[in-house]
């Protein structure tokens, strides 16, 4: 538990980084006509989850306070705000780090990623282009770019990223299926086929490469292949929503517990590195039983699959 | 509505790696803890933010709306019933629509509302729990006539859609409900009888959605299309929860009802012809329901925006009125990407101006709404990116939307509703809200810019909207707004074109079909200026469960004259004219081949 108390003390030193600044303007809430309200419902959070939450936010606090030198601390202060939705403090986290360690390749990387995710795909672009030149090994920093680029409408820019960047492994699939949209935007309709073709022959259960192999080879007026790359993709949709019906009964409450369980060993390692071993046991104690909860607990209700549902 | 995922790539094991192994290790004697200070962080010299993605539009505020609603004397306000229970129904909420229901030549208002649920706490027993048909005073002035006008709907209501299904010239009114539906025809005299059962329109107990007019078959009368959500009742409610926060349960928790097609039979009767029709080969959550001739060949189409599942659909009519769903081959079932969109409203018109009918569908936060350009032979093409037709609109729920021109510049505009379906998003979302200012978005040379704050919409009360319905409210020349809010009183937003000086030309006009449908739903309607062609064609049920538009609106620029317009009858032939006034509304009657000037209108008693 040194963990909960040492954050208590440091409240007051982070509320600047872990308050939410609205990316709504408060006034959305203000409605100067009189009008007759009908009753809402409340927001309440149910007990068990709301705990989750501010253990989360106590650690990034403490994290950060504690540890404010170490990269590892800010991609895991960062990583807590952004996982609880929070997409603005984890963006101000890295922006602060940057400020003072503008070679954080890291950091450019997540700016890039939390912008992808609110649909700031020129912006993105600024970010993972910072980052790739930091570090090309960024994780699949390729086709996060080539995405980007395509969303931005530089279509020839992000053709140019995602060929050379196609390789061999898994994600190979993805860079190909953006170089297809890629071509077919360029008109390159044989060389927009290739590339579906290509992601599909490395994931063949590549929904989304079916559809646009359908699409490129009905550009072709190869009618009948294009109706048989339709008839699979729509196999293969019929399988997604399978899977998406079996995902409204995940246990939330056992995924948050292990995620949380995880970033407690991650903010044990860093205290151990920091040299504070006794730190380092405590959080690593308390990952240990947050762990074990996740496993033995009665979870709550189980969740729909996202924010919406 | 397809859901927001959390941040997907914060649980991927990748991320315990970076934060373990990616950053250089300092030594622990580093710099005093200076916690890193928001305002510090807002202007790091490191980060200079770059061009958005769209570029500053090119004309100073040339769209501006004011909000017209307090002096509009609307008392109408929307419930969803907020049971505290979280029903499926109550954010699906309801469209609007905009119909001249008496003939005088003013646009009025219909309002659907929702009712009470097991749960709902009466709140002010004063309020009314009835939907609204409001009358056109003139001078901005809206009067509620509903009790006036035998209609005392007190059902739950979601969709609307007005038509003239008996031929006697006024326009009677479909409502889906979370319950049977619901058709009150229109005697002429101001007056409406509740048609429903004498008409075979019930159609059961289900969740409705859009719903559409449309003379199918070519024999001149109207035929009814409704789409239906999904197979939920009180009784099988599934309570849902997010990252702990409770949310309202959605279309992959039950199964989709097929939709309905009725046939009219021209006795005041229709007959359920989904199966014969082949509408009832599929099944999908419908929402947002516009009907065009995709491909061209004379007949009306129907297009369907399903949520999230099954991909939307089209059916392509043979022209005797059986359908084929073909969405997929067509490129519209899904985005670009292959994923099925979160479709809410569903919108035709021609956004690009090279005389092709294009689509546009709203989404689910965070994805875009999506816009399919027409390609001809019946083929579309995802032209999201390429046209920038989501601006500004990744962190809305979308819903009502319009493609119309309101600048008057000849180049057709969007207008989304925005508005989130959890009252609670803020609390596990900090990139949206429940209530949301909307958007417009204009189309500068084929490319949309969001323009909303320079139109005055960051100015206006911020509500969770739903339908809109467009048309010129005023008489002024102009398209005027109304916004369905959920929950909320409505928003009237007037069009300040006109008002603040604006010179493009535009015309006005109303077809009177006479072998075909009356008011000529399904017609086709080229009109030739200069060098220009505009093609639009008289929809009867659009956007998000709603109605509007039955009066054509065209933006002319700078065009001084109309040199002919030509109009595709259904079940007709195609007919030319070339005496069409502009800069005011026409009246242009099947067969007679000159165009009348509608009567200026007069202030009502």
Same mark, same amino acid.
């Given at each position: 538990m040194a963990a909960t108390g040492a954050a208590v003390a440091l409240t007051a030193t982070v509320v600047a980084v872990t308050a939410p600044r609205p990316r709504i303007a408060p006034e959305a809430a203000a409605a100067p006509r009189e009008v007759v309200r009908f009753p809402a419902p409340s927001a309440a959070v149910p007990e068990g989850y709301a705990g989750l939450v501010e253990e989360a936010q106590t650690l990034a606090d403490w994290i950060v306070a504690r540890h404010p030198s170490r990269p590892q601390s800010t991609a895991l202060a960062a990583t807590l705000a952004a996982e609880r939705g929070d997409q603005e403090t984890a963006a101000t986290v890295w922006r602060a780090h940057l400020e003072r360690h503008?070679?954080?390749?890291e950091g450019w990387y997540r700016l890039g990623l939390y912008a992808v995710k609110e649909g700031r795909d020129a912006e993105a672009a600024e970010w993972l282009e910072r980052a790739r030149r930091l570090d090309p090994s960024l994780p699949d920093i390729q086709g996060h770019l080539g995405r980007c680029l395509l969303k931005s409408d530089r279509v020839d820019e992000a053709a140019e990223v995602l060929e050379p960047a196609i390789g061999d492994d898994r994600g190979g699939a993805v860079r190909l299926f953006h170089l297809g949209h890629a071509r077919l935007r360029q008109e390159k309709i044989t060389e927009a086929r290739a590339a579906f073709q290509g992601a599909i022959d490395r994931a063949p259960t590549y929904t989304g490469a079916w559809y646009g192999l359908a699409t490129a080879l009905a550009r072709l007026g190869l009618a009948d292949d294009a109706e048989r790359a339709r008839a699979e993709f729509r196999r293969l949709k019929s399988e997604d929503a399978e899977a998406a019906a079996r995902n409204l009964s995940r246990d939330e409450g056992a995924r948050m517990r292990r995620l949380l369980a995880g970033w407690y060993a991650a903010a044990g390692r860093i205290a151990a590195l920091d040299g504070n071993p006794q730190d380092a046991q405590a959080l690593l104690s308390r990952g240990a039983m947050v762990d074990k909860s996740a496993s033995s607990s009665s979870a709550p209700p189980p969740t729909a699959a996202g924010a919406g549902h | 509505m397809v859901p927001s995922s959390p941040l997907c790539l914060a649980l991927c094991p990748m991320t315990l790696v970076l934060v373990l192994g990616c950053g250089q290790p300092r030594p622990? &004697? &580093?710099?005093?803890?200076?916690p890193p200070s928001a305002d510090r962080a807002s202007s790091p010299p490191a980060i200079v933010p770059v061009a958005s993605d769209p570029p500053p539009?090119?004309? &100073?505020?040339p769209i501006r709306f004011v909000d017209a609603t307090e002096a509009s004397r609307i008392g109408f306000v929307h419930t969803d019933g907020s049971s505290g229970r979280r029903y499926l129904v109550e954010p699906l909420s309801a469209g609007v629509a905009t119909f001249d229901y008496d003939g005088d030549g003013r646009i009025d208002l219909y309002f659907p509302n929702g009712a009470l649920l097991p749960g709902t706490e009466p709140g002010d027993s004063e309020s009314p729990r009835r939907h609204a048909l409001c009358r056109n005073l003139g001078a901005g002035v809206f009067g509620d006539v509903s009790l006036a006008a035998g209609i005392d709907c007190r059902d739950y209501g979601l969709g609307v859609v007005a038509g003239d299904v008996d031929e006697d010239g006024f326009a009677d009114l479909f409502l889906t409900t979370f319950g049977a539906k619901r058709l009150f025809r229109n005697l002429g005299d101001g007056t409406f009888v509740d048609a429903t059962e004498s008409a075979n329109v019930a159609d059961g107990e289900k969740v409705g959605a859009g719903a559409t007019f449309l003379d199918a078959d070519g024999d001149g009368d109207l035929d009814l299309y409704a789409a239906n959500y999904v197979r939920f009742t009180l009784d099988n409610h599934r309570p849902r929860s997010f990252k702990g926060f409770p949310v309202y349960a959605g279309p992959r928790d039950y199964p989709p009802w097929p939709d309905t097609f009725f046939r009219n039979s021209g006795d005041g009767r229709f007959v359920d012809a989904s199966v014969d029709a082949g509408i009832a080969a599929v099944a999908g959550p419908g929402m947002g329901v516009v009907c065009l001739d995709h491909d061209d060949d004379g007949d009306t189409d129907i297009y369907v925006g399903n949520d999230a599942l099954e991909g939307n659909f089209l059916f392509e009519n043979d022209g005797r009125g059986n359908f084929r769903e073909t969405a997929l081959a067509a490129g519209v079932a899904v985005n670009r990407f292959g994923a099925e969109i979160g479709s809410m409203g569903t919108e035709a018109g021609d956004a690009d101006g090279d005389g092709r009918i294009d689509l546009f569908v709203t989404d689910f936060q965070p994805d875009l709404p999506v816009l399919f350009r027409n390609l001809g032979r019946g083929q579309f093409e995802d032209a999201t990116a390429a046209t920038a037709a989501g601006s500004g609109a990744w962190q809305f729920v979308t819903w009502g939307t319009a493609m119309a021109d309101f600048d008057n510049d000849g180049r057709r505009d969007l207008f989304l509703a925005c508005g989130h379906? #959890?009252? #609670?998003v803020e609390a596990f979302d900090d990139t949206t809200a429940y209530r949301n200012h909307n958007l417009v978005l204009r189309n500068v040379g084929g490319r949309f810019v969001d323009v909303s704050a320079a139109a005055g919409l960051h100015d206006i009360p911020r509500h969770a909207a739903r339908g809109v319905a467009c048309d010129d409210l005023d008489d002024d020349g102009d398209l005027d707004l109304v916004i369905l809010n959920s929950r909320e009183a409505p928003t009237l937003l007037r069009n300040l074109d006109r008002e603040r000086g604006g010179t493009n030309h535009w015309c006005q006009v109303r077809l009177r079909g006479r072998q075909g449908n009356r008011d000529g739903v399904g017609a086709k309607v080229v009109l030739h200026a200069g060098d220009e062609t505009f093609v639009d064609e008289v929809h009867a049920g659009r956007g998000y469960q709603g109605h509007f538009g039955t009066r054509l609106h065209f933006?002319?620029?700078?065009?001084? &004259?109309?040199?002919r317009i030509e109009i595709r009858w259904i079940g007709g032939g195609t007919e030319t004219f070339t005496d069409v006034p502009i800069d005011r509304l026409a009246e242009l009657t099947e067969g007679s081949g000159r165009a009348v000037a509608a009567p200026g209108s007069s202030p009502k008693p």
């Open positions: 503008p070679e954080t390749a | 622990p &004697a &580093a710099p005093p803890p200076t539009p090119s004309a &100073a505020a379906l #959890n009252d #609670n933006g002319l620029g700078g065009h001084p &004259a109309i040199d």
